[in-house]
């Protein structure tokens, strides 16, 4: 009885539904409008037919934007086209160009700019990716780019490898401008002094071009907004300019793969929000300075490959630096001994302090780091004994290196070839007990809580010859979302 209710209540839902869809249809406008302006939003036309002119610029003569996308802000929207109301007219506000999504506009072999690109006196994002291909060279636009300078807010030429010259200094002239990246191309000659007027930039990225010269001592004198500076990856040469204290919100310093020389100036200690400072592969002279100790929000310190900076590892105050979690001193020419204020840092993930004369023991609390997933200690000086405990290296495997230190041997009652260091000699047997594993995990939940607590992957966080800064990206979505 209950089934035969139950269906004659299903059975008079379907009768009304099917009894309301006529009219459903007609109050929602199924039928087809009068004419085509009852559906197109209203645009200027200058603004319309500037927009169909620079895409076609870039994307080719074949393609019809009046027949393809009558109404390019409105119910024929164009992938990479973002348009906003002023004055009950719409205006072109973001454009990107390349092939971001399936749908996205590609440039063509011939692709230029358009001079009417500065007619959209709205725009606040521009954008060319893979636009500009080696087998057809193009220069980013030398003037009227003040035109642009009551809107544009970021400016970005990534991966186009036919884009060449240099940095207009027009782009100066972009009083709102909070992000120029100029990333993977092939832009050349020295940093222009006018970028230092961009006093509301936040994001500076040129690296992977052909930038040549000194960074200007005067770039930096307005940039206290500024967050992140990107110029890896260049020509870049000549010592660091002091005025670079002037950056004092400053986050990432990446200065790293340029030919950079003299010592680290001093006044990099009084960046006191840096969390990234890379420096490696340039050649920096003068030691370890004690400047780093300023650096108390640091988190990821990176001068490998200076092959001529040298210091010592003591001169460096460890327990100040209590949020570092990457440290690459790889190839600097570092002296003295490991020293055992390292074992405080409890943050820390990878180590890396191949390729030095370091000599003196090891200390077998670094065993008791909770987060360390990475250490490597070979091609030094070490002496003496491993006391590592069998389960440290299985836990690190591959990533604990400590060959070439031709004096130094493992101490370890091995069960099999993965719980060894590679290349390291066993020690003679003595009456000397081994380490135990436990006594290690008691000593790092001591100071820590857990040995694995909070620690992440360190799979996606880093590896020996190269960084990969996932954190980074996450950085910049958060600032410019």
């Given at each position: 009885?209950?089934?035969?209710?139950?269906?004659?209540?299903?059975?008079?839902?379907?009768?009304?539904?099917?009894?309301?869809?006529?009219?459903?249809?007609?109050?929602?406008?199924?039928?087809?409008?009068?004419?085509?302006?009852d559906i197109i939003a209203p645009m200027a036309k200058e603004e319309q037919e500037a927009?169909?002119?620079?895409?076609?610029?870039?994307?080719?003569?074949?393609?019809?934007?009046?027949?393809?996308?009558?109404?390019?802000?409105?119910?024929?929207?164009?992938?990479?086209?973002?348009?906003?109301?002023?004055?009950?007219?719409?205006?072109?506000?973001?454009?990107?160009?390349?092939?971001?999504?399936?749908?996205?506009?590609?440039?063509?072999?011939?692709?230029?700019?358009?001079?009417?690109?500065?007619?959209?006196?709205?725009?606040?994002?521009?954008?060319?990716?893979?636009?500009?291909?080696?087998?057809?060279?193009?220069?980013?636009?030398?003037?009227?780019?003040?035109?642009?300078?009551?809107?544009?807010?970021?400016?970005?030429?990534?991966?186009?490898?036919?884009?060449?010259?240099?940095?207009?200094?027009?782009?100066?002239?972009?009083?709102?401008?909070?992000?120029?990246?100029?990333?993977?191309?092939?832009?050349?000659?020295?940093?222009?002094?006018?970028?230092?007027?961009?006093?509301?930039?936040?994001?500076?990225?040129?690296?992977?071009?052909?930038?040549?010269?000194?960074?200007?001592?005067?770039?930096?004198?307005?940039?206290?907004?500024?967050?992140?500076?990107?110029?890896?990856?260049?020509?870049?040469?000549?010592?660091?300019?002091?005025?670079?204290?002037?950056?004092?919100?400053?986050?990432?310093?990446?200065?790293?793969?340029?030919?950079?020389?003299?010592?680290?100036?001093?006044?990099?200690?009084?960046?006191?929000?840096?969390?990234?400072?890379?420096?490696r592969n340039n050649d920096f002279v003068g030691g370890l300075a004690q400047w780093l100790?300023?650096?108390?929000?640091?988190?990821?310190?990176?001068?490998?490959?200076?092959?001529?900076?040298?210091?010592?590892?003591?001169?460096?105050?460890?327990?100040?630096?209590?949020?570092?979690?990457?440290?690459?001193?790889?190839?600097?020419?570092?002296?003295?001994?490991?020293?055992?204020?390292?074992?405080?840092?409890?943050?820390?993930?990878?180590?890396?302090?191949?390729?030095?004369?370091?000599?003196?023991?090891?200390?077998?609390?670094?065993?008791?780091?909770?987060?360390?997933?990475?250490?490597?200690?070979?091609?030094?000086?070490?002496?003496?004994?491993?006391?590592?405990?069998?389960?440290?290296?299985?836990?690190?495997?591959?990533?604990?290196?400590?060959?070439?230190?031709?004096?130094?041997?493992?101490?370890?009652?091995?069960?099999?070839?993965?719980?060894?260091?590679?290349?390291?000699?066993?020690?003679?047997?003595?009456?000397?007990?081994?380490?135990?594993?436990?006594?290690?995990?008691?000593?790092?939940?001591?100071?820590?809580?857990?040995?694995?607590?909070?620690?992440?992957?360190?799979?996606?966080?880093?590896?020996?010859?190269?960084?990969?800064?996932?954190?980074?990206?996450?950085?910049?979505?958060?600032?410019?979302?």
């Open positions: 009885m209950i089934k035969v209710l139950h269906m004659r209540r299903m059975s008079s839902s379907w009768a009304f539904l099917l009894l309301a869809i006529p009219f459903l249809l007609v109050s929602h406008g199924f039928s087809e409008p009068e004419s085509s302006a927009l169909y002119s620079v895409l076609r610029d870039l994307v080719g003569e074949w393609w019809n934007g009046p027949e393809l996308y009558p109404d390019p802000c409105g119910w024929t929207q164009i992938q990479g086209v973002s348009c906003d109301l002023f004055d009950g007219l719409w205006y072109v506000t973001s454009l990107k160009i390349g092939p971001v999504l399936d749908n996205s506009l590609e440039c063509s072999e011939q692709a230029q700019f358009s001079p009417l690109l500065f007619q959209l006196d709205h725009l606040r994002s521009l954008s060319f990716f893979n636009c500009f291909s080696s087998r057809q060279r193009m220069s980013i636009p030398q003037s009227s780019w003040e035109k642009l300078s009551g809107s544009l807010e970021i400016l970005e030429f990534r991966s186009n490898r036919g884009l060449v010259g240099r940095i207009p200094g027009a782009i100066a002239r972009l009083s709102k401008l909070e992000s120029l990246v100029i990333v993977e191309n092939a832009v050349d000659g020295e940093l222009p002094v006018e970028l230092g007027k961009l006093e509301h930039l936040k994001r500076l990225m040129l690296s992977g071009n052909h930038f040549a010269g000194r960074i200007p001592d005067s770039i930096c004198g307005s940039w206290s907004e500024l967050l992140i500076m990107d110029l890896s990856r260049n020509s870049l040469t000549g010592p660091l300019p002091s005025s670079l204290s002037n950056l004092t919100s400053l986050l990432k310093l990446d200065l790293s793969d340029n030919h950079f020389n003299g010592s680290l100036p001093p006044e990099l200690g009084q960046l006191k929000n840096l969390t990234l400072l890379d420096l100790n300023g650096l108390t929000s640091i988190e990821n310190l990176l001068l490998a490959h200076n092959p001529e900076l040298g210091g010592r590892l003591e001169e460096i105050e460890w327990g100040k630096l209590r949020e570092l979690t990457a440290l690459d001193l790889s190839h600097t020419s570092l002296t003295g001994e490991i020293p055992a204020a390292m074992a405080g840092l409890k943050g820390l993930r990878y180590i890396a302090l191949d390729g030095n004369s370091l000599t003196g023991g090891v200390s077998p609390e670094l065993a008791a780091l909770p987060c360390l997933g990475a250490l490597y200690l070979n091609g030094n000086n070490l002496t003496g004994r491993l006391e590592f405990p069998q389960e440290f290296y299985r836990r690190l495997g591959k990533r604990f290196v400590s060959w070439g230190n031709l004096n130094l041997c493992y101490d370890a009652a091995a069960k099999n070839a993965r719980a060894v260091p590679y290349g390291v000699a066993r020690c003679e047997q003595d009456s000397r007990e081994n380490v135990s594993y436990e006594s290690v995990l008691n000593a790092a939940r001591a100071g820590s809580g857990d040995l694995n607590g909070n620690c992440g992957s360190l799979g996606s966080f880093v590896v020996h010859g190269g960084v990969i800064w996932g954190v980074w990206v996450m950085l910049l979505v958060v600032v410019f979302l």
